[in-house]
C-alpha cells in the first residue's frame, strides 16, 4: 500500500518540506528526486526500478537528440527508439495482460498461459512526461537537461506523479535550474492543496458512497435512483480527479513550481466539445500537440481529418485503462465530437443555453456509465433502468438513501460552477478575505482529519492509469 493519508500529511509532507527549506538551493533537485523514490517505492520498491529505467532512457536520447541536431536522420532515430522503448514499457506493464486475455479467447491461442503483471501506479502519467522532453528535444522547443538529478525530479516529482497533471518538461525547465520560493506562493500552494484534500475526502468519497449503496440494489431503485446512481458516480470522478490536480498543483507551489491548471469547470459546458477543453486539460494538449498536430489536424481533407479524430480519441480512451469499454468510452466521444463539428453543431450553438447544458450533461453522464462498467451486461441492464427498466419512479429504500445525500449533492452541483470564485472575488476587503481564507482552511484540515480518521473508504481511483 501507498502512504496512508494521515501518514503524508502529518509526517512525511512536513519532514519533507523542513528538509527542503533547510538545505541549499542546489541540493533541492538532488533531495526531492530522493524523496520522490521513497514516496514512490513505498508499497512496491520493484517499481523504482521500472521508473529509474525510463528515466535513465529519456536522459540518454535527449541528451544524443541535442548533439546530433544538425543530423536530422540521426536525431529522427533517437526521438523514435526513445518513443519506441517508453510506449514498450507502457505497453507492456499496463496492456500484457490485455492483450493475453484478448488472445487467449480465440481458440488458435487457447493454450497461451495467463498473464498477471503488476501495473506501476502513475506510469502512463510519468510516461508521457518522459516522451513529451525528447520530442520536445527533437523540435527544438527546449534544450536538453544536463543534469540527470534534475531531469530524475521532473520525471518523478511525487505531487503530480500519480493522478497527474501531465506536466511537459519545457513548461517547467527553467523552474527545474532557477525557483524563487516565497512565503506568498507557499500560502497560496497550501490554499490550494486544503481545498483539493476537502474535495476528495468530503465530497468524492461520499459521492463514491452513494453510487456504491446504490448500485447494487438494482431495479429497486426505481428509475430516478438509477440516474441519481450515475450522476453520483460523474460527481465522485469529477471530485476525486481535480481534488487530486488541486492536490498537486498545491503541493507543486509549497516547493516553488506552477502547474497548468487541469480542470475548468467541466461540468457547465454547453457541448461536448466544450467539456473537452474543461475537462482534463493537461491531457487533452498533449494529444492536440504530439498526436493530432502531427497527424496533419484540421488542416487536411474531411476524411483525413475524421480518422486524426479518431485515432486520437482511440488512443485517449485506451490510455484511460487497458479494457474494451476504455477504447469504446473514447470512440463515444469521438463520434459525439464529430457530429457538432460536421452536422449539428452550429444548430446546437443557437439553441437556448438550457437545452444547450441538458444536451451536454447527458452525453456526458452516459459516457460515465461507459466508462464505469467493463461488463458490457451489467452496464446494459444498468442503463436499461435508467430508461424505464426499473420497478417504478423511485424505490423506497432508495428514496431515503438519497434523502440523506440530498444536501451535499445540492452542494456538490454549486461546487461544480464558478459560483463561489466569483463570490470570493467580489470580497472587498483583503483583510477580511485572508483571515476567511485561513479560518477555512484550518476548519476543512480538521474535518477532513476527522474524516480520514474514521472513514475506511478511501477508493484510489486512478490505480489502472
Avoid at 219 to 227: C, E, F, K, T, Y
Avoid at 339 to 354: I, M, N, Q, R
Wanted: charged fraction near 15%.
Amino acid at each position: 500500500m501507498y502512504f496512508s493519508s494521515l501518514i503524508f500529511l502529518f509526517v512525511y509532507l512536513p519532514a519533507v518540506l523542513m528538509i527542503y527549506y533547510l538545505i541549499p538551493s542546489k541540493a533541492r533537485n538532488a533531495f526531492l528526486l530522493f524523496v520522490n523514490l521513497i514516496f514512490y517505492g513505498w508499497g512496491e520498491p520493484v517499481f523504482i526500478l521500472i521508473m529509474l529505467l525510463s528515466v535513465t532512457v529519456n536522459y540518454i536520447f535527449g541528451y544524443l537528440i541535442e548533439k546530433n541536431r544538425e543530423n536530422e536522420r540521426l536525431a529522427k532515430a533517437f526521438v523514435l527508439f526513445s518513443v519506441i522503448i517508453s510506449l514498450g514499457l507502457l505497453g507492456i506493464f499496463k496492456y500484457t495482460n490485455f492483450i493475453n486475455g484478448l488472445l487467449r479467447q480465440i481458440s488458435l491461442f487457447a493454450a497461451l498461459p495467463k498473464t498477471n503483471i503488476p501495473l506501476p501506479i502513475g506510469i502512463s502519467f510519468y510516461t508521457f512526461q518522459a516522451m513529451s522532453y525528447t520530442i520536445d528535444v527533437y523540435r527544438k522547443d527546449t534544450k536538453a537537461q544536463k543534469s540527470i538529478i534534475s531531469f530524475g525530479t521532473y520525471v518523478s516529482f511525487f505531487p503530480q506523479l500519480i493522478a497527474g497533471p501531465i506536466v511537459r518538461y519545457k513548461d517547467i525547465a527553467r523552474q527545474l535550474e532557477e525557483r524563487h520560493e516565497n512565503i506568498g506562493q507557499f500560502a497560496s500552494g497550501v490554499r490550494r492543496f486544503v481545498t483539493g484534500l476537502a474535495k476528495k475526502v468530503l465530497i468524492a468519497n461520499q459521492m463514491g458512497l452513494l453510487w456504491d449503496t446504490l448500485r447494487p440494489m438494482g431495479a429497486d431503485n426505481g428509475v430516478i435512483g438509477a440516474w441519481i446512481g450515475i450522476i453520483a458516480y460523474a460527481m465522485q470522478i469529477y471530485f476525486d480527479f481535480s481534488a487530486y490536480s488541486d492536490m498537486a498543483i498545491g503541493l507543486g507551489r509549497m516547493f516553488g513550481f506552477e502547474f497548468m491548471e487541469n480542470f475548468n469547470y467541466p461540468y457547465i459546458s454547453k457541448s461536448i466539445t466544450e467539456f473537452w477543453r474543461r475537462w482534463h486539460i493537461s491531457l487533452g494538449t498533449w494529444f492536440r500537440d504530439y498526436v493530432y498536430i502531427p497527424l496533419g489536424g484540421n488542416r487536411c481533407s474531411m476524411p483525413r481529418h475524421i480518422f486524426n479524430l479518431f485515432v486520437v480519441w482511440a488512443l485517449t480512451g485506451f490510455w484511460h485503462g487497458a479494457s474494451i469499454n476504455f477504447v469504446l468510452w473514447g470512440i463515444y466521444f469521438f463520434v459525439l465530437l464529430v457530429l457538432e463539428k460536421f452536422v449539428y453543431g452550429k444548430p446546437l450553438a443557437k439553441a437556448p443555453a438550457p437545452i444547450q447544458h441538458i444536451y451536454a450533461l447527458f452525453f456526458i453522464v452516459m459516457g460515465w456509465a461507459l466508462f464505469y462498467f467493463e461488463d458490457f451486461s451489467e452496464m446494459g441492464v444498468y442503463i436499461s433502468y435508467m430508461f424505464g427498466g426499473a420497478k417504478g419512479i423511485l424505490g423506497a429504500d432508495a428514496a431515503s438513501v438519497i434523502l440523506g445525500y440530498m444536501p451535499l449533492m445540492l452542494f456538490s452541483a454549486v461546487i461544480c460552477t464558478p459560483i463561489t470564485q466569483v463570490i470570493y472575488r467580489r470580497m472587498k476587503k483583503p483583510g477580511f478575505r485572508a483571515a476567511a481564507e485561513l479560518g477555512l482552511c484550518a476548519l476543512l484540515l480538521v474535518i477532513c482529519t476527522a474524516a480520514l480518521v474514521s472513514q475506511s473508504y478511501n477508493p484510489f481511483l486512478y490505480f489502472r492509469f
